[in-house]
């Protein structure tokens, strides 16, 4: 990784460890919300590629009762770019997930990643000082996690996406 005083402002801005954070907790708090399991490590790999892309953000279905494959064949572009997107955000997930761990704000184990529920409030209250658009972002992850804790193991919507580990 680049140090950080030498990434550009964007970079600082958008790929802050502490918001990639944050929106992992949410897609693990919304995985846990459909069953208490833990959003495998894999998966948390998919949440800045979906979420942080604004075409893909938006065109994300606004019920989970959408199945992933029929979404999918209606944004084939979506599968398309999915797995170079993750690729060119592997090192800022990577980052973002030890930011969360080191602060408490994401538990890990060997069956995946948990949203810490005691930080809850402070994730909360964090959002309330932020634009719509960063609010919009993390309601998505937090569908995102829903959505994939529906659509089947970490196998199969990883299957369904052409991404592999």
């Not at 005083?5 to 708090?29: T, Y």
């Not at 602060?103 to 909360?124: I, S």
Request: one cysteine or more.
């Amino acid at each position: 990784m680049t140090p950080w005083a030498e990434r550009s402002i964007e970079e600082r801005h958008l790929l802050n460890p502490g918001f990639c954070a944050m929106l992992i907790w949410h897609a693990a708090h919304g995985y846990a919300s459909e069953r208490q399991t833990r959003i495998s490590i894999e998966l948390s790999f998919l949440v800045l590629p979906f979420v942080l892309h604004k075409e893909t953000r938006e065109s994300l279905p606004s019920s989970i009762k959408t199945s992933l494959p029929s979404w999918l064949g209606e944004h084939p572009i979506v599968r398309t770019r999915l797995g170079e997107r993750a690729t060119s955000l592997r090192a800022f997930t990577r980052e973002s997930l030890i930011f969360g761990g080191s602060h408490g704000l994401l538990l890990f184990a060997l069956d995946g990643v948990r949203a810490n529920a005691d930080m809850k409030k402070r994730v909360t209250a964090a959002l309330m000082a932020t634009s719509d658009e960063v609010d919009e972002c993390a309601k998505r992850a937090e569908f995102l996690g829903r959505w994939f804790e529906r659509a089947g193991g970490p196998e199969t919507v990883m299957t369904l996406l052409g991404v592999r580990p």
